[in-house]
């Protein structure tokens, strides 16, 4: 991985090696300690605490519902405004008034909107998955309501910040957000790891959340509460309508993000409903594993994503194509890494009769859902792409792989069991999303007379 990073960053010039060195060490640490939350979890939990736990992580990530993707608008713009600025601090605020105008309105909506959203999540979440679980016996032996409601309380905190860091990200902040996130992530999965191994089951779920809050707090009230605080108090020089700068693209982002949920969230309570929560359990250890390498393969697009926003706002969509082909590049490397890694640590388990094999999903279930994986990191370029000149056109497409996923899983599931679910994510992405996203970009590049160019050529 070491030499194809070196190789990538040589290549494509791609980002500031300090950013990229924090990304790196965070899909680093991801690679050591994903494995021992899962040892632990599968050995320390019952298999039915094991599902409870997948469960409560599926059902927070309800919060899609209410946050329906604004933070990539959000992120987006605040690019776009940033682009005449040099760096996100008062002296350079103070020497431009309209980017500081446009930059403190963009704040104030964001701030006022996710306080909104992440209320409603609290109220509505929290009664939700009290009602969810009323009828489980695990509910009077580990006190698991009293465990949902702080689960939920944290996530809303958590849910409120998610806006102002993506400001912050848009803002040029991309490095700094990098270091900041490889803390947080280490403190929450030696938390998750320490409570795990004290017997603490899913109390140790909401422990793991408080690092990544406090980093939230340290960043926008210590590091940057004094450009906030000048943005709060600037007036207005320029108007900024929601319904005509931030609706259009904001109610397609919405469609995404709710189908969104129904695609990568909704299994693991439908397998609770329907298989009960040891088999809930059992997939969501597969489950993870994919969101893992999800994770690590389109960590490369999210970090270039306000870079993108801004070659679109100076029109340099030739560097913007290298960009994307540089991503390109280095996904389709790591998903080969992480398939053969897969086969390797896998057949070692095997080989040593591991009994940690009989909480997890066997190997074509998971080979199914690592292909998957790397499916979609070809996906979230292509939306990525897409997304930098702040248009949303994969609204449609969400509707339809969601559609797909679910109506195929729940057909499924009582005839082939868990299968159902791997065979559900992998036609979804692999022969829908993919190609879909893809026919999107030729569209996008036909529109700006790219490939028109190319072709007379």
Known sequence: ????????????????????????????????????????????????????????LSLVALQSFFELGLFTYVLNKSAEFFSDLQEFNIRFLEQSAIVKSNLAMLYRMTRKMYF?????FLVCIGCIGLVFFADSNILEINHTQWVWLGLTILCAIQLFYLGLNSFLEGCGQIERMEKFKLIAFILSSITLITSLSFGLGLVSLCLSFIPRILKDVYLVHFVFGKEFKLLACTQNISSFNFMTSVAPMQFRLAISGIFSYLQYNALVPMVFTVLGPAQAGTIGVGLQVMSFLQQVLTRWTHIQQPRMAKLVSLKKFAELDTLVKGIQAITIKLSVLM?????????????????????????????????????????????????????????????????????????????????????????AILFVALPWCQFLVWGKKVELGQIVRLSVK
């Open 339 to 427: 398939i053969l890694g897969f086969i390797l640590v896998f057949s070692t388990l095997k080989a040593f009769e591991f009994q940690i094999l009989d909480r997890m999903p066997n190997v074509v279930i998971f080979l199914m859902l690592i292909v998957a994986a790397s499916a979609y990191g070809q996906v979230s370029i292509r939306i990525g792409y897409l997304r930098a000149f702040v248009e949303e056109r994969a609204h449609v497409l969400s509707m339809t792989i969601a559609v797909v996923n679910v109506v195929i899983c729940y057909a499924l599931l009582e005839l082939i069991g868990l299968y159902a679910v791997s065979c559900s994510y992998l036609f």
């Open 116 to 120: 909104i959203i992440a209320f409603f």
């Open 1 to 56: 991985m070491l030499k194809i990073y070196k190789e990538f960053i040589d290549e494509y010039n791609f980002l500031s090696s300090k950013a990229l060195n924090y990304s790196l060490l965070t899909v680093i640490s991801q690679l050591v300690f994903t494995p021992i939350i899962i040892l632990l979890i599968t050995t320390k939990m019952s298999p039915e605490e094991q599902g409870y736990y997948y469960t409560f």
